[in-house]
């Protein structure tokens, strides 16, 4: 399946397209030849697919925050200024985000799980023809207490499937995290933080 998202974010007040690889969860931003004054800690973009006129957001968190790499000289002053495209390493993302948005639901999805949950049994595989299982299964789910709330943790296996031009279908291993409808950043933060620290064991 294709492991690129193509799109365009908004930098104090204009357009700029990116394109983020989800194999290797790194982002390049094409700032083109126009020298650009970003802001400081720019840590955090949200970027639009192409081709959507409205919703198809993304928040982008950078590992680190894009930054002014060369220097232009206005009148008789130095600025600091972006000259070339920027790459950065993704720490998470969150799809379909809207500003004020409250969440009840983390999904990740990461290498590792291929082999202690194998998606494989969502496809039957003969000579003649392959079926895909739509039926999302969780193959192990239990509760943890995460800051006074209860988060039920599901271990699954599902399809994803597109069907335009041409039919393109994928077993997926995730891990589900439900929790209780929040806003709070930190609250998001520290589960998904949990989560990696466990994923490193």
């Not at 296996?157 to 929790?179: C, D, G, N, P, R």
């Not at 209780?180 to 620290?197: F, H, Q, V």
Request: proline share 3%; aromatic share 10%; hydrophobic share 35%.
């Amino acid at each position: 399946m294709n492991q690129s998202v193509n799109g365009s974010t908004t930098i104090c007040g204009n357009d700029y397209p990116f394109c983020y690889d989800q194999e290797d969860e790194k982002i390049i931003i094409y700032l083109g030849m126009k020298p650009v004054e970003l802001p400081d800690n720019l840590e955090k973009i949200i970027g639009q697919r192409f081709g959507m006129r409205s919703g198809g957001n993304t928040l982008y968190k950078l590992s680190v925050p894009l930054s002014n790499d060369g220097m232009i000289i206005e009148g008789e002053k130095a600025k600091n200024v972006a000259l070339a495209n920027q790459v950065r390493s993704i720490e998470y993302l969150i799809d379909d985000y809207q500003l004020n948005s409250k969440y009840t639901e983390m999904r990740l999805q990461f290498p590792e799980l291929d082999y202690f949950i194998p998606s494989i049994g969502r496809a039957t595989i003969s000579q003649d023809q392959f079926i895909f299982s739509r039926i999302n299964d969780a193959m192990y789910s239990f509760n943890i207490q995460y800051r006074d709330t209860v988060v039920c943790v599901s271990f699954n296996s599902k399809v994803e499937a597109h069907a335009k031009v041409k039919t393109i279908a994928e077993t997926i291993s995730e891990v589900t995290l439900k929790f209780p409808e929040t806003d709070e950043e930190d609250y998001l933060l520290g589960l998904y933080a949990c989560m990696r620290n466990l994923r490193s064991h």
